[in-house]
């Protein structure tokens, strides 16, 4: 007898057979709604963990905000802002490949732990060097230096964890609740920030950054799931010359990773001197400039949204022209005006258009990457994204400094509008070099 099949689930079907039960959390049917279309949010430890995530995202931009706004006080200087700003990213450019083999050679858990508490103590100390008014821009740049090599570690391992303690059916959906918690930290941080500074001092957001680690420390300490078996006889240097090798071969990967990199020069860097856009051009106080930085994380976390609906809706090519177009008009614009209430809505534009390239490119990249590589990929991917922002933030400094923050900004985004249009030009012949190296890895 035949074997009848089963008709396909619908799309409000396909999380109903599992093994979450809604009555887990009774009365709070818009929660059960946000579960049922968020399946990696059905996990307990799963949302342990990405709620600890926010608290400390929350917490490291109120210390991006209060260090931007403490350097700009003791030296006047905006390029002095950038260098701050760059030695935090300075590192990467040295640890961060060695930190993708750490990564992969330690258990990540164990790696996140130490780089966390690591972080929590910076925090404490640059907090009470500022409290107690020792402090100077040397101590900042140590400290930065410092932070900067934690994170090269501390990046490759938050990305490999999220997909050790999740499913591979429910990765894409937790990379979205990432990048919505890294979008929320961005819009209540600089909120925080610019109340605390105003209340309780520049030195008190640093020890409250320096707290909210213990959210997430204490998340993963309560994560029970156990360790991927892990391989203690990696060799360092031809892991990493493998991966380099693969993703340069790779026309796709190859030629988003050199757009990343413009873009960490060119794009992101334009946060760095809000702090002198708020107090030059702007004419307002911390809470002014903490709202120009929330502006942003509320693009970024509705850029979250849009993407996802678009995605399967329109290419991803068209989402990423789209986003890149938004964020250089937007920015540009932004230069032509003394309005701050006008400035908040273009500062919203660039953080929705920025943050839906980084979306859509991050996606691209981890579905080409094939999944031998996929870690080396991914590390590469986040050493050009995180390293190469340090010669932004000196150039941006630079530029600012001589020129002024109007004219430094309205050359990045030239080049970005151009590096667009580029790419919109060669999108056929980079699509047939795809083609030809797809054909040669078949045969």
């Not at 001197?273 to 509705?302: E, Q, R």
């Amino acid at each position: 007898m035949p074997i009848k099949k089963r008709k396909a689930f619908k799309p409000t079907e396909k999380f109903i057979i599992s093994q979450f039960s809604t009555h887990t959390i009774p009365g709070f049917g818009w929660a059960k709604r946000i579960l049922r279309g968020v399946p990696a949010l059905r996990e307990k430890e799963v949302r342990r963990f990405f709620f600890g995530q926010l608290i400390s995202n929350i917490g490291s931009w109120m210390q991006i905000v209060a260090l931007g706004w403490l350097v700009f006080q003791i030296t006047s200087s905006a390029f002095w802002v950038g260098v701050v700003a760059a030695c935090s990213s300075l590192p990467a450019v040295f640890f961060s490949l060695f930190g993708g083999w750490i990564v992969d050679h330690f258990p990540k858990k164990k790696v996140l732990i130490i780089a966390h508490t690591s972080s929590m103590v910076l925090a404490f100390i640059l907090g009470l060097l500022t409290i107690t008014d020792n402090i100077n821009v040397t101590a900042i740049i140590i400290i930065s230096l410092l932070g900067g090599v934690i994170n090269s570690i501390y990046t490759p391992a938050h990305f490999s964890y999220i997909s050790e303690i999740i499913h591979k059916d429910k990765l894409s959906s937790a990379m979205s609740i990432n990048a919505s918690v890294s979008s929320l930290g961005r819009i209540f941080g600089p909120v925080f920030a610019g109340f605390y500074i105003k209340v309780g001092g520049i030195g008190g957001a640093f020890i409250i950054n320096g707290l909210s680690f213990l959210a997430v420390i204490v998340a993963l300490l309560l994560i029970k799931k156990p360790s991927i078996s892990i391989d203690k006889h990696l060799n360092p240097l031809q892991s990493i010359k493998e991966g380099l090798i693969y993703s340069l071969s790779n026309p796709m990967i190859r030629s988003i990773i050199l757009y990343v990199g413009a873009a960490s020069i060119f794009a992101w860097s334009y946060t760095t001197i809000i702090p002198v856009i708020a107090k030059d051009i702007f004419h307002t106080d911390a809470t002014g400039m903490s709202n120009l930085y929330s502006a942003v994380g509320i693009g970024s976390i509705v850029a979250t949204f849009l993407t996802a609906y678009f995605s399967s809706r329109v290419s991803k090519l068209a989402i990423f022209l789209a986003g890149n177009t938004i964020f250089s008009v937007s920015i540009f614009l932004f230069t032509f005006t003394q309005s701050l209430n006008l400035g908040l809505i273009y500062m919203f534009l660039s953080g929705l258009g920025l943050v839906t390239v980084n979306i859509v490119l991050g996606t691209i990249v981890q579905q080409m990457a094939d999944p031998h590589y996929r870690g080396r990929v991914a590390s590469i991917y986040f050493l050009v994204f995180g390293g190469v922002i340090f010669l932004g933030n000196l150039e941006i400094g630079y530029l600012a400094e001589h020129f002024g923050s109007p004219f430094a900004l309205r050359i990045n985004t030239i080049i970005m509008l151009v590096v667009g249009i580029y790419i919109l030009v060669v999108k056929n012949k980079l699509r047939e070099s795809q083609k030809v190296y797809n054909s040669k890895l078949e045969h």
